[in-house]
């Protein structure tokens, strides 16, 4: 596994910024309903397409309309990575006893401080960052904390990922 440490800046859009994420769940979602067996998974599957249907209308209708967020990122130093691993490790998280199964908000908390500070670090810009109101937001670091805050938590991980991630196959060679 190669990991991506380069300083060059690039662009990113996230998964639900691309309208063929919402076809590709939604073709998940009815297979799940071809598939289920029992009456009442068959009538929670339904009502889980119902809903999802509307809010991926609503998403393709945003995005055909301005198009997707583009994220400027590059990835962080070795350096940067390496201390802001041991700043984390130094968070005191209370353990509480969890059944197997399980995930302890703890644990979603650590992820969670995690995938902002990485964020922080590798987030250089965007653009087509819109409001509610379609009011293009421009890129300023005042501007990136409630940025992160109003993210939900895939996207906030996907980010992170790809900040710190593995390489792409198509991208080793470079």
């Known amino acids: 596994m190669l990991i991506r440490f380069s300083k060059k800046e690039r662009d990113y859009v996230l998964n639900q910024e691309k309208v063929e994420f919402y076809d590709d769940e939604l073709e998940r979602l009815n297979k799940e309903l071809v598939d289920a067996i029992e009456d009442e998974e068959k009538e929670r599957l339904e009502k889980d397409i119902k809903v999802f249907t509307a809010e991926a209308d609503k998403k393709k209708a945003r995005l055909e309309k301005y198009g997707p967020t583009v994220w400027k990122i590059k990835s962080a130093s070795k350096e940067a990575m390496s201390r802001l691993l041991l700043k984390i490790k130094g968070v005191k998280f209370s353990s509480t006893d969890i059944s197997e199964g399980e995930v302890s908000t703890n644990i979603m908390e650590y992820a969670r401080i995690k995938a902002i500070t990485i964020i922080k670090l590798g987030l250089v810009g965007w653009s087509n960052l819109r409001d509610e109101d ?5 890129f300023s670091r005042d501007l990136v904390d409630a940025v992160i805050d109003n993210m939900p ?6 980010l992170a990922n790809e900040i710190s991630g593995e390489v792409k196959r198509e991208d080793e060679k470079n």
């Open 134 to 138: 379609g009011n293009e937001a421009p």
């Open 153 to 158: 938590e895939s996207d906030l991980m996907e």
